[in-house]
């Protein structure tokens, strides 16, 4: 059996469609990953563990992975490709960092899968979207952006075909400012879409008005202020998959009806 965390988010729900023999986690009945008493059903006959971590805290990660470890044998951790520039970098590049080195102390056989960017992030621009045709925010670094479907595709690779102790890090086809990504969703919308960075305190203000908790707002700005631009492009998608990874355009094309 496997128990796929996250189920109800942009990778988690693509995991548990691919796998439908998996066991998803399902908040309602109360499990909840920062409560490990809570885990105990769920974790019942479970080999393997897809496990997100939700949280900008890695407080009670331990807890929770020993928690796993009593009934499993196995995890996949997906974590984030910034944590090559150093824990240092940013605060969500911090929490991944601390995720990873919990994950490999934990007794399980781990496998780590570290993406780049989500194409998905930019669901956060829909509110602005549906409003006009400007997005405004900080400038992040440039990144090759990765489609979540890729990135739960190569999960189930490492959940049914497992490659303990490695670490695979995906990333999409091709290196993205923020302006690339929202003049190729314009083009799948059919309009002309104009990106506007924002300096961090205006984009502070943005951000919060578009509906993010403050703690998440902070982690953000500080991502933007100080991750590099990135121009890494790997070849795991195809290596795990069999398929290139998708581009940007093609996740566009899915999700247009979002923005309208
Ligand atoms: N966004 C990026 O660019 C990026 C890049 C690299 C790595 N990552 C990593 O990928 C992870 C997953 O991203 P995503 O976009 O798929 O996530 P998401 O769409 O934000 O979904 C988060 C999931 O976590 C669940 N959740 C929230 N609180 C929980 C709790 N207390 N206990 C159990 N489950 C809880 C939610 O359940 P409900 O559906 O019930 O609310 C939801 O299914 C992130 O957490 C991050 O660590 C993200």
Known sequence: ?????????????????????????????????????TLTEALQDVETVFLIWPFLTSDGAGATLAKIAEHARRVVYLSSSAVRFGADTDPITRLHADLEAAVRGSGLDWTILRADTFASNALGWAGQLRAGDTVRGPDSAATAVIDPADVAASAVRLLTD???????????????ARADQVAILGAALGRQL????????????????????????????????????????????????????????????RNAAFFS
């Open 1 to 37: 059996m496997i128990l796929v965390t996250g189920a109800g988010g942009n990778v988690g729900r693509a995991v548990a469609a691919l796998l439908p023999d998996a066991r998803p986690l399902d908040r309602r009945s109360g499990a909840d990953l920062a409560r490990p008493d």
């Open 194 to 253: 104009t990106f506007e960075p924002t300096p961090y305190d205006e984009a502070r203000a943005q951000l919060t008005a578009d509906g993010r908790p403050a703690a998440l707002v902070e982690a953000l700005i500080g991502s933007a202020e100080r991750r590099p631009r990135s121009d890494l492009i790997t070849t795991t998608v195809q290596d795990l998959t069999g398929r290139p990874a998708r581009g940007f355009r093609a996740w566009a094309d």
């Open 162 to 176: 497992p490659r303990p102790g490695t670490t695979q890090t995906v990333t999409g086809p091709e290196v993205l």
